[in-house]
């Protein structure tokens, strides 16, 4: 897994090489996203989680972040952590998208099953991390059309840990970048890219059970029309909530 920031760089490269000869519309588009994670364990080796999401976008003339409701996703995790610096994880997720004036966003129901592998390198006060998930989405599109495809998504990042001093049980700072690759049917989609995402958050550890994360993103999505690029940025909040006697952290 040491050499999958090349293998991000390299379809990241492939995908713009093949779109680069066309016209594109891109659109830069203000948007929070927030949640609740609760963790749990279930044995010695499994755990499992639910996370409930939320986003908020203004459209391509405002500014405001919390304007419109973009989707409310409910994901449900399944993870086993039998082998030292790998988790593996089954993920069912629901995702009801809303609808998003001059935005080309209708509202639709949309669910994914999710297989995950994760890998980590701890060092002294760092560690980089891998995230390969390979899910499958299902949704009606605009025409009112049952859609089913894969896509894989790439990630690679670290995490860095301080002092945490007197106040906070524990304290890090993560950033990443993820490269997303579908594989739709053409009548659908005629391009293999996605999306591109970097993010960066602070988690304060409140306690052994709960935490905040706080940071920022910037996601750039290609829509299906293979012509108009979305350029979503904006503010990240979500609270962690460990049932867990220590804390699991997950990258």
Known sequence: MKNIGWIVCMCLFGCMYKLQAQDYDLS???????????????SAKFSGEIDVLNARQDNRAGANFFKYDKYLMGNFWLTYAGVKNVKLSVIYSNKEKFEVP??????????????????????KQLSVFEQLRIETRFFEDGKGVSRSFPRVRL??????????GSLLHSQAITYYSEVSIKFPPKDFAANHFDFFTQTCYYTAGISKSI???????????????????????GPQLYLKYSIAKTNQKRL
């Open 102 to 123: 001059e935005v080309a966003s209708s509202r639709k129901n949309e669910s994914r099953f999710t297989l995950l592998g994760a890998f980590t390198q701890p060092f």
């Open 211 to 233: 935490a905040i994360d706080a940071g920022a993103f910037g996601q750039l999505q290609l829509k299906p029309n293979g012509k108009k690029f979305y350029m979503n940025y």
């Open 28 to 42: 830069f588009m203000p948007a929070m996203k927030s949640g609740i994670k609760i963790s749990f364990p279930l």
């Open 155 to 164: 990630r690679l990042g670290s995490a860095r840990q301080f002092n945490a």
